[in-house]
């Protein structure tokens, strides 16, 4: 008997100790280590001259740069929870087929004039809106009558994305020669020419998304269960839905007007989370993707330009990187 009282009078360690040391808290902790070093590299290395040209010119890069990973790690793993399928992505929607038909009928029509234009903060916001709106309007049609139809969703995107594509290599054909060495530097992400007055009005953006994510942050882990129990466990799932995809809708358009095109980007990140937490919750599954984007787009960029002194876009590297991860996930689909 006194040893049980004592038992039960011993301190239990609290839960936040335990929730510290859990593996999942561990990786986190070493994605984040690695994730600084990577930013400290990029603002360090190989600096000369004057600190007060180095950080604001570093450090509008680094900005932009972060805001990528975060806008496109949070669409992913999120857009993944809704539609049940670690494979999909954004992209899958056909908004980087839309950017480059937006870019082509713009030069078409104003000539490369137009990409250099006085109001880059309009065209910025004109760029978003369509986007968005395109997003918001298939999204609201589809989901009207029937929650059923998220594969539907998903087979439009399809369709949407090659009509886009076919529109752009039309319009492409059309453009001046001259005028498509300008439009060409618009087809892949690029973060040496981002035009810092335009990181304000993004991050704005991403602020006021990323605070109505975070109001709903309690249902994702359910949603992820499937609609039926989300439904059963009191979630409003279609208005949960629609807002969500409304969210992801304008991260990815402001990631993709920001700095063009990362197909994929948020393929690559999110699954390397997953493998890496062993966990598909959302307190760890976001924050390792964030991360992880963060070390690949920032420590990318460094190795490039720092290191190896080349000038090819880091990019296209991730883009290469993640199609292999893309055509191994199909190939292990496919197996079993």
Not at 5 to 25: E, F, G, K, Y
Not at 147 to 172: D, Q
Request: with cysteine; hydrophobic share 60%; proline share 4%.
């Amino acid at each position: 008997m006194p040893e049980a009282r004592a038992a039960i009078a011993a301190p239990r360690p609290p839960r936040a100790v335990a929730q510290r040391a859990s593996p999942q808290a561990r990786r986190l902790w070493l994605l984040a280590a690695a994730a600084v070093a990577c930013i400290a590299a990029f603002m360090t290395l190989g600096a000369q001259g004057g600190w007060s040209f180095i950080l604001p010119f570093r450090g509008g890069k680094l900005l932009a740069m972060l805001a990528v990973a975060y806008a496109v790690a949070v669409s992913s793993v999120l857009f993944q929870t809704i539609t049940h399928n670690r494979i999909l992505t954004p992209a899958i929607m056909g908004f980087d087929a839309l950017y480059l038909l937006i870019q082509a009928l713009v030069v078409y029509v104003f000539g490369q004039a137009a990409v250099a234009t006085d109001h880059p903060v309009a065209a910025f916001l004109l760029e978003v809106g369509v986007m968005t709106a395109f997003a918001c309007l298939l999204f609201r049609w589809l989901f009207a009558d029937a929650v059923r139809s998220l594969h539907l969703m998903m087979l439009v995107g399809i369709i949407f994305g090659l009509l886009f594509r076919s529109l752009s290599s039309f319009v492409i054909r059309l453009i001046d020669p001259n005028e498509f060495l300008v439009l060409q530097d618009r087809m892949f992400a690029n973060f040496n020419s981002v035009r810092l007055e335009l990181l304000p009005v993004a991050l704005a953006v991403m602020g006021a998304v990323s605070l109505l994510l975070w109001r709903m942050r309690s249902r994702y882990d359910v949603l992820a269960l499937g609609r039926d129990i989300a439904v059963n466990l009191g979630v409003d799932y279609r208005r949960t839905l629609l807002a969500t995809l409304a969210a992801i809708a304008a991260l990815v358009s402001v990631s993709t007007a920001l700095v063009g095109p990362v197909t994929f980007f948020g393929l690559l990140v999110s699954n390397l989370a997953y493998q890496l937490m062993g966990s598909d919750r959302h307190r760890h599954a976001l924050p390792a993707a964030m991360l992880l984007a963060v070390v690949f787009l920032v420590g990318g960029q460094t190795l490039l330009e720092r290191v190896l002194r080349l000038n090819t876009t880091v990019s296209v590297v991730i883009e290469f990187l993640g199609g292999i991860v893309f055509l191994a996930l199909i190939l292990r689909r496919g197996r079993r």
